[in-house]
Nanobody, 120 residues
Framework: EMQLVESGGGLVQPGGSLRLSCAAS????????MKWVRQAPGKGLEWLSA???????YYSDLVKERFTISRDNVKNTLYLQMSSLKTEDTGVYYC??????????????RGQGTTVTVSS
């Protein structure tokens, strides 16, 4: 059974940084398309970033040059390093496996989410 567990969320001031982790089990993360999506308060799911099995990465214009997606194949863990955080980055962040490259709602498995609050 595919399982994803996110961690690392919390409260951070605008301009700050945070690193999210997503521990995978039941499948090999490095062989899968992995994505980060988020849901801001009162809004729908929003695609942020993806990493393909070949290591190529993709970013939404909203987070490009501020967020970095990466993975540790030994730990079977996905990461999202976030910097220069803005109040509009507040939301619940989910990692997801499979589906289409840019699909926020299209995935084979998704974690339970971790909450990021950017506020002074």
């Amino acid at each position: 059974e595919m399982q994803l567990v996110e961690s690392g969320g919390g409260l951070v001031q605008p301009g700050g940084s945070l690193r999210l982790s997503c521990a995978a089990s039941g499948f090999t993360l490095g062989l899968s398309l992995m994505k980060w999506v988020r849901q801001a308060p009162g809004k729908g799911l929003e695609w942020l970033s993806a990493i393909r099995s070949d290591g190529r990465t993709y970013y939404s214009d909203l987070v490009k040059e501020r967020f970095t997606i990466s993975r540790d194949n030994v730990k079977n863990t996905l990461y999202l390093q976030m910097s220069s955080l803005k109040t509009e980055d507040t939301g619940v962040y989910y990692c997801a496996a499979g589906g289409s490259l840019y699909g926020a709602r299209d995935f084979d498995s998704r974690g339970q989410g971790t909450t990021v609050t950017v506020s002074s």
